[in-house]
């Protein structure tokens, strides 16, 4: 079995079409990721910073660094000024959309620290120092205190020119023991309004202080104060995902709820028996991916720890929920997988490649794999280009805009790779298996039950029903306006669904994954980053050319080996009963066609599994086999 040249010619034109519009639209928006400065170094920075400028002694409190980005002035710059003011704002203003988050804490104790680091420079660009309500510090006045913050910013960054400046907060906060004295800065170049609707607020970039008796208590560089009305539009916008997830969620119940129902009526169905091993194996492999990934972003972790609590105990939930959590999830996925591989073997038994039950009877090592590999890599390259031309003509007439927030998790990992793996496998494993193998094959079972057109069209609806259902549980991603993520996904599903209907489940499994990891690893391949993030970045995507590379040497043949019942040894004892049963009574049994005899002893209690293989026997007509 092979693709034809003729297939892969049908594939150059629009892969190297895609690739022209990805470049020309999506590529500049990677350009502004800067990670020069990694965890490791962020980490020695704010250390030397707190030990040699704020004479705190590092080594008395515990650690936590994690990647962020300011998504609310990412959000707020593109819609008011579009990508391309976003980048002159940053490059004017010296601005860091991208930075460290370095926190000291101890356990049970209020302070702690803050500091912030930017990701391009490694300059401290902001500090927190928190400290108990009932801390005292030396009394001073509201203008000392001004005039120590304006001497600190105009040393820390030279740019600061309080004459170019409009003070916007002078606040003065009386504690008991002490007062802390607020300020801010506005620049007086920026002012952008909210065009959305007038006298709603405009954009404001900041310098912020907050003194407290001899010390700073902390700073900020660049601080974007976004209007409040812009920040209550978007959430009024993510009601209506939250309220398309609700029906979202009705309708992958309703799937999954037919699963079971499937898997429980037919129980020992040859095709579901057949690859039950392979499917709890890529369960077991994704529950280990899921628990590894808790160790992966374990700075995150540490970084929401409430000092309120012990910090073991606090450990201990996480890590109890975090299992109980993945535990449920994987399991999961064997209904679908389970499920579709029987309705796949009833409604599709001549579309060989499009389930796992082929390779499983042929072998995962052949040169047509290796071409199905390949494919997807051709498939991955013409979604990127279909998602970006979709996405500029949203931006063009739709207001379309998007926020780049998978960055925050991914950098914070401690293998960025490994999370952008981690995600690449299980989304596409479980989505390729729901949305297309599963979905797309129970259509087929339903709509040519109910005759709702010819073949071909009934096939199509299941194309469209499951494509808006996947394309649609996207809708929570940060895509604005929230309903157009669904439609562009649907487009993208639609496309997926006919790759698998025409070259099976493999390419459009391949396709996903490399689409979740170039799209989780883009910025460190692109943008600025350190060698291994480089590197590393890559060596996940050339994993599957890898696999394809060792199917493509090994050339095993793909012969069909005959499906066999894996009976235990309890099921071959009451095998042979029930062959003797059959035999005693054979004149009475051969009046009854074969399904007759099924569903009245299986109607007893029987085993499907052990009846199928002693009615084979007693018929004659051995389709299967048994060891």
């Not at 034109?13 to 470049?23: K, R, Y």
């Not at 600190?152 to 600061?160: A, I, P, R, V, Y």
């Not at 007439?397 to 995600?423: C, M, Q, R």
Request: with cysteine.
């Amino acid at each position: 079995m092979h693709i034809r040249p003729a297939a892969w010619m049908k594939f150059l034109i629009p892969v190297v079409i895609s690739l022209a519009v990805w470049f020309q639209f999506s590529y500049p928006q990677l350009a502004i990721s800067n990670f020069s400065i990694d965890r490791v170094k962020a980490a020695r920075i704010a250390e030397e910073y707190l030990n040699n400028e704020r004479h705190a002694d590092s080594r008395h409190f515990q650690k936590a660094a994690i990647f962020s980005m300011d998504q609310r002035t990412n959000r707020y710059l593109q819609k008011t000024i579009g990508f391309h003011g976003l980048q002159n704002f940053i490059k004017q203003h010296d601005f860091d959309l991208f930075y460290w988050l370095v926190r000291f804490f101890k356990e049970n104790t209020k302070e702690e620290y803050l500091v912030e680091i930017s990701s391009s420079s490694g300059e401290i660009i902001g500090f927190r120092h928190t400290i108990d309500e009932n801390d005292a510090r030396r009394e001073i006045s509201k203008e000392e205190a001004l005039q120590k913050a304006e001497e600190f910013l105009k040393e820390k960054f030279k740019l600061f020119d309080p004459a170019q400046c409009t003070i916007r907060s002078n606040l003065a906060v009386h504690r008991d023991n002490r007062s802390d004295y607020v300020f801010s800065w506005q620049k007086n170049d920026v002012n952008i309004p909210w065009s959305h609707a007038p006298n709603s607020g405009t954009g404001k970039l900041l310098i912020e202080a907050r003194v407290s008796g001899d010390e700073l208590l902390s700073f900020n560089k660049n601080a974007f104060l976004v209007p409040d009305q812009f920040n209550r539009d978007i959430d009024n916008r993510k009601d209506l995902s939250r309220n398309i997830m609700v029906i979202i969620r009705i309708l992958v119940t309703a799937l999954f709820t037919y699963g079971v129902f499937l898997i429980i009526i037919r129980q020992n169905h040859l095709a579901m028996q057949t690859t039950k091993k392979f499917y709890i194996m890529a369960v077991v492999i994704s529950f280990g991916l899921s628990l590894l990934s808790g160790f992966n972003q374990f700075e995150d972790i540490l970084f929401s720890y409430k000092t309120t609590s012990p910090l073991n105990a606090y450990l201990w939930r996480f890590a109890l929920n975090t299992i109980i959590s993945a535990v449920f999830i994987n399991i999961a996925i064997l209904i679908p997988s389970l499920s579709g591989e029987l309705l796949h073997y009833e409604t599709s038994p001549n579309e060989k490649t499009g389930s796992f039950l082929h390779y499983i009877r042929t072998t995962f090592a052949s040169r047509y794999l290796a071409e199905s590999i390949v494919l997807g890599y051709l498939v991955c390259a013409i979604l990127l280009g279909m998602q970006s031309f979709l996405f500029k003509i949203g931006q063009t007439h739709l207001g379309v805009w998007a926020e780049h927030k998978w960055i925050d998790n991914i950098s914070t990992a401690y293998f960025p790779f490994l999370a952008a793996f981690t995600i690449g496998f299980k989304a596409s494993f479980a989505e390729e298996i729901m949305y297309r193998f599963y979905a797309i094959n129970l259509g087929k079972k339903i709509f040519n039950k109910i005759s709702l057109g010819t073949k071909g069209g009934n096939i199509l609806i299941a194309v469209l029903l499951s494509s808006l259902i996947w394309g649609f549980s996207h809708s929570n991603y940060p895509i604005f306006p929230v309903w157009f993520r669904g439609i562009e996904v649907t487009c993208l599903g639609i496309f997926l669904a006919l790759i698998y209907l025409k070259f099976g489940i493999i390419p459009v499994l391949i396709a996903h994954y490399l689409f979740d990891v170039f799209w989780n690893n883009a910025g460190y391949i692109f943008g600025t980053s350190t060698p291994f993030y480089f590197y590393s970045s890559l060596s996940i995507l050339l994993l599957p050319f890898g696999l394809a590379a060792v199917a493509f040497f090994m050339n095993k043949k793909e012969e069909e080996r005959p499906l066999r019942w894996h009976l235990n040894k309890h099921q071959l004892y009451n095998l042979e009963i029930l062959k003797a049963y059959l035999n005693t009574n054979k004149n009475a049994f051969m009046q009854k066609s074969q399904d007759q005899i099924k569903r009245e002893i299986t109607l007893h209690g029987w085993d499907p599994a052990v009846v199928e293989v002693a009615l084979e026997d007693f018929f004659g007509n051995g389709g299967t086999s048994i060891i």
